[in-house]
């Protein structure tokens, strides 16, 4: 695209000069136009490509735990059998002889 508005043949005062001026602007306008129709194009291409890429990482399969499907719940449970061993071993017991039984 060279649009020469600095030339100064482009200040010619016949009225061909003008005219031929006018065809070129019109030439001009007409190769943008087609560049930003192919720009959009490409962009709604690439819009496509990234929407189906992302409905494919939406689409797997993730798996967290045992079942498919299930997340998975952390219970602590060193921290738990911890606690039970001293609920019924320790020095003083939580639960005495008579309630084990």
């Known amino acids: 695209m060279n649009f020469n508005i600095g030339d100064p043949s482009n200040f010619s005062s016949s009225s061909s000069s003008s005219d031929d001026e006018e065809d070129q602007l019109i030439v001009d306008l ?58 019924y071993f320790t020095e003083n017991p939580r639960y005495n002889n008579q309630m084990v039984r």
């Open 30 to 87: 007409e190769v943008i136009d087609a560049e930003q129709e192919a720009l959009l194009a490409q962009h709604g291409n690439i819009q496509r490509v990234v929407t189906q890429y992302l409905n494919q990482q939406n689409n797997l399969v993730t798996r967290r735990g045992s079942i498919p499907g299930h997340i998975v719940i952390n219970r602590d449970r060193e921290s738990a059998d911890r606690h039970l061993f001293y609920d």
